[in-house]
């Protein structure tokens, strides 16, 4: 059977934490930022874990990670 494939785009935005899940950036932090007041654009630079219903798709596409 062939190796499988690792989803590149999904590599790209998650790592794996220690207890098995996976951590993840925080959305709307790229550009139109004048609006956003300075609490709202430091809570979006924290790192967040991903919600555990995702996490088995995310594995799917992390076979090797």
Not at 23 to 35: E, F, V
Request: aromatic share 4%; with cysteine; proline share 3%.
């Amino acid at each position: 059977m062939p190796k499988m494939k690792t989803n590149r785009g999904a590599a790209k935005r998650f790592k794996r934490t220690g207890g098995g899940g996976f951590k993840r950036g925080r959305s709307h932090h790229r550009h139109i930022l004048t609006k956003k007041n300075a609490k709202r654009c430091r809570k979006l630079r924290e790192v967040t874990q991903v919600a555990d219903c995702d996490v088995k798709v995310i594995n799917r596409m992390l076979p090797y990670v």
